[in-house]
C-alpha cells in the first residue's frame, strides 16, 4: 500500500476517534470542528492556511454556481414530490453554524486533506480518490449520528469532490455543502 493512502487511512481513523469522542461525550460541536482541522495538520503536516479565502481561485466558479443551482432545484423537486413538510428555523444563527461548524471545517478535512492525499493525476470523471474520500464521509456520518441511512451522504460527498478537483479550491465545496446542509434543514428527504 502506498504511503499516502496509509497516511490517509491514519489521518481519517485519528480524527474519527477524536470526534466521535468528543461528539459522544463532551457534545461540543466547536471542538469537533477543531479537531477536523488540527488532527489532520498535525499528522499529514499540510498547513491550513492554505485554506484561507483570500487563497482561493475564483477560475471555473461558473461551474460550481451551476452545480448548486441545479442540486437545489432537484432536491426541492424531490422534496416536494414525497410531500416533505418544510420547516424553516427560526433562528438565523442556524445557517451560521451550519457554515462554520459543518461545511468548512468538514470540507478541510475531507477534501482538503484527505483528497489531496489520495488525488491521482490524471483520473477519470470521478476518481479513485474521490470515490474513497465519499465512503469516509459517510462512514463517519453513520458513527455520528449512529443512524445507517446516513450512508445517503455518499452522493453530495461526490459531489464536492467533483467541485473540489475541478476547481482546485475549497470555495465551491463549501458553497455546495453548506447549501445542502441548508435545504436538507428546510426540507428533509
Avoid at 490517509?8 to 470526534?19: E, G, N, Q, V
Avoid at 470515490?131 to 443512524?147: E, G, N, P
Wanted: overall charge positive.
Amino acid at each position: 500500500m502506498r504511503i499516502k493512502y496509509k497516511l490517509a487511512i491514519l489521518t481519517f481513523l485519528l480524527t474519527s476517534i477524536a470526534i466521535l469522542v468528543i461528539s459522544h461525550t463532551i457534545d461540543s460541536p466547536f471542538l469537533v470542528a477543531v479537531s477536523l482541522i488540527i488532527i489532520p495538520s498535525l499528522i499529514t503536516k499540510l498547513s491550513p492556511i492554505k485554506f484561507i479565502p483570500g487563497t482561493i481561485k475564483f477560475k471555473k466558479s461558473p461551474l460550481c454556481i451551476r452545480v448548486i443551482s441545479t442540486t437545489a432545484i432537484l432536491y426541492l423537486v424531490a422534496a416536494h414530490f414525497l410531500n416533505k413538510k418544510t420547516e424553516i428555523p427560526q433562528h438565523p444563527v442556524v445557517f451560521l453554524f451550519l457554515l462554520f461548524y459543518t461545511a468548512i471545517p468538514e470540507e478541510i478535512f475531507f477534501r482538503g486533506y484527505l483528497l489531496e492525499l489520495l488525488k491521482d493525476e490524471g483520473e477519470s470523471f470521478i476518481s479513485r480518490g474521490n470515490v474513497l474520500t465519499s465512503l469516509a464521509f459517510a462512514l463517519l456520518h453513520v458513527a455520528m449520528y449512529k443512524k445507517i441511512y446516513m450512508l445517503k451522504v455518499f452522493f453530495p460527498s461526490l459531489i464536492f469532490g467533483y467541485l473540489y478537483e475541478k476547481t482546485e479550491n475549497l470555495l465551491c465545496p463549501v458553497l455546495c455543502h453548506w447549501i445542502f446542509d441548508i435545504i436538507y434543514l428546510v426540507k428533509p428527504l
